[in-house]
């Protein structure tokens, strides 16, 4: 009796360390683009995985489940954000954590356009973080995470209408500030 309870105990701890490394990363940057600093991002993934644990569910298929896993720390989120604790603390941010990784391309040229790479993708990470929580959300998820507008749609629980004018209109908000802040003339 006590080795089957060990096994599956062990199993049990398997399947969530295979979760934890298959989307660890993605939802850290979704917490920290949400709440601007490493430790509030760090205390959400983290309580998200226990909410998973928790609920020890079967999912439908994988999209499903990584589908309530973001809604899961979107939640999170929110429910920091709403804490009287968070309210009376002030923001720290640091775009470096999101726009620390290297791929090849930027390997394979010099250091100097790495850099002006590096610090353009920090601009635009900076433009999107003063974007209104819900243009965001769907900025965030679209080019950072690469979702579907479908996928964003029934993560949000949002109409894919209302995701895509949400799109559009954070993409002009984005347009109009990043232009504001190149624009010397």
């Keep these: 009796m006590d080795t089957i309870m060990i096994q599956d105990t062990t199993r049990i701890q398997g399947k969530l360390q295979e979760k934890i490394d298959s989307?660890?990363?993605?939802?850290?940057?979704?917490a920290y683009a949400r709440m601007g600093n490493r430790a509030?991002?760090?205390?959400?993934?983290?309580?998200?995985?226990?909410?998973?644990?928790?609920a020890s569910r079967e999912f439908e298929d994988?999209?499903?489940e990584k589908a309530?896993?973001?809604?899961?720390?979107?939640?999170?989120?929110?429910?920091?954000?709403?804490?009287?604790?968070?309210r009376r603390r002030s923001e720290v941010s640091d775009p470096e954590q999101i726009c620390a990784g290297e791929d090849q391309e930027t390997k394979e040229r010099g250091p100097e356009?790495?850099?002006?790479?590096?610090?353009?993708?920090k601009?635009?990470?900076?433009?999107?973080?003063?974007?209104?929580?819900?243009y965001r959300d769907v900025i965030h998820l679209f080019y950072y995470e690469e979702l579907s507008v479908k996928e964003i749609a029934v993560i949000l629980e949002r109409k894919v209408s209302t995701v895509t004018s949400q799109l559009t209109r954070g993409r002009e908000i984005l347009k109009k500030n990043l232009k504001e802040e190149y624009d010397f003339a």
């Design 23 to 30: 989307y660890s990363d993605m939802l850290f940057k979704i």
């Design 40 to 54: 509030d991002a760090e205390d959400i993934v983290q309580e998200t995985f226990y909410q998973y644990f928790k």
């Design 62 to 64: 994988e999209e499903y």
């Design 68 to 86: 309530w896993l973001i809604r899961v720390t979107l939640n999170g989120c929110s429910k920091m954000w709403r804490s009287s604790f968070h």
């Design 113 to 121: 356009e790495a850099f002006l790479d590096k610090e353009k993708a």
């Design 123 to 134: 601009a635009v990470l900076e433009a999107v973080w003063k974007l209104p929580a819900t």
